[in-house]
């Protein structure tokens, strides 16, 4: 398997594990598992951007400059996916064990999105396209 490979999986895992730490009450997981969890995620995605770094030094991963067009649905997609998970947060923070109600959830989730969405756009404004 190629290190960029690696360095995906090890990322996304890493994710995956750091979120399920949100639901470990619900899923009824001990409390000594949430540090555990925390830890190993952030362990695992420091080990995928060390992987990828070691990718790109190689030269596995050849840096190819982004087209207008793939700019923009990569940062439609980006949108698509910080507003909905954003804006779900009064839905799930029941089961992480936030006790608010609906309107202070709703204005946090709104409040986030905003950040949320401010964040992405700076962000993505390094890797625009040079037209």
């Given at each position: 398997?190629?290190?960029?490979?690696?360095?995906?999986?090890?990322?996304?895992?890493?994710?995956?594990?750091?979120?399920?730490?949100?639901?470990?009450?619900?899923?009824?997981?001990?409390?000594?598992?949430?540090?555990?969890?925390?830890?190993?995620?952030?362990?695992?995605?420091?080990?995928?951007?060390?992987?990828?770094?070691?990718?790109?030094?190689?030269g596995e991963i050849?840096?190819?400059?982004?087209?207008?067009?793939?700019?923009?649905?990569?940062?439609?997609?980006?949108?698509?996916?910080?507003?909905?998970a954003s804006l779900?947060?009064?839905?799930?923070?029941?089961?992480?064990?936030?006790?608010?109600?609906?309107?202070?959830?709703?204005?946090?989730?709104?409040?986030?999105?905003?950040?949320?969405?401010?964040?992405?756009?700076?962000?993505?404004?390094?890797?625009?396209?040079?037209?």
């Amino acid at each position: 398997m190629k290190l960029s490979t690696t360095a995906i999986i090890f990322i996304v895992v890493g994710a995956v594990i750091m979120f399920s730490n949100l639901l470990q009450e619900p899923l009824g997981w001990p409390r000594w598992t949430g540090p555990v969890l925390s830890i190993g995620g952030a362990l695992l995605i420091w080990c995928g951007v060390w992987a990828s770094r070691r990718a790109k030094k190689r030269g596995e991963i050849s840096p190819h400059p982004l087209t207008l067009e793939q700019y923009n649905t990569r940062l439609r997609l980006g949108l698509i996916a910080v507003v909905l998970a954003s804006l779900t947060l009064p839905f799930y923070a029941s089961y992480t064990g936030v006790t608010l109600p609906f309107p202070q959830l709703l204005i946090c989730a709104l409040v986030s999105c905003g950040l949320c969405i401010a964040i992405l756009l700076l962000a993505f404004r390094r890797y625009r396209p040079k037209t």
